[in-house]
């Protein structure tokens, strides 16, 4: 999975680079993936933390990585998961980066456990207000199934955060 996820983060950052944005919009992708069920787990809050300081690359804390989530949460809540969810949309379009956008969002609701219905929703969702026809993203979901090992969740995690 680590193979197709990092050029996707090395393209959303160089993507927010170029628009003027930091990373931030790629917290906020994990985040809403994770509140997809109303509710961001502790065990969540750590994937998150984990996957974001190792595909980031970043010399970031723990700490810090974590109020940026913690900020991402309340942001979302605040201002609704759908008004977020086009938010979002509309940066990865303003950036050109929709895909790459939608492939680590995918690649963060295999890594929890597994792509569920609600995760499936807040993604269609951002494809949705981005433009991303239905077909588009259900070929996006089967490719990440393809790069998802029979080790399921715990063996998505691993690829994105301990890469081979």
């Known amino acids: 999975m680590h193979a197709i996820i990092a050029p996707a983060i090395e393209d959303l950052c160089a993507a927010f680079e170029r628009g003027g944005y930091n990373p ?76 790459p956008g939608l492939r680590v969002a995918l690649a963060i609701a295999f890594a929890s456990e597994g792509l569920s219905a609600e995760e499936r929703a ?15 993203v259900d070929e996006l979901v089967e490719e990440m199934k393809r790069h998802t090992d029979e080790g399921g969740p715990e063996s998505a995690r691993m690829s994105l955060v ?3």
């Open 122 to 136: 807040v993604i269609d969702g951002i494809a949705e207000a981005a433009g991303v026809p239905k077909a588009r």
């Open 24 to 99: 931030t919009p790629l917290v906020d992708l994990g985040v809403l993936v994770a509140n997809a069920d109303g509710h961001v787990s502790e065990r969540e809050r750590e994937l998150l933390s984990e996957v974001f300081q190792a595909l980031l690359e970043t010399q970031l804390t723990p700490e810090v990585v974590d109020v940026l989530i913690t900020a991402s949460v309340e942001v979302t809540i605040a201002a609704g998961a759908g008004p977020r969810s086009r938010l979002v949309a509309a940066i990865l379009q303003d950036c050109d980066a929709v895909e």
């Open 162 to 164: 301990h890469p081979a």
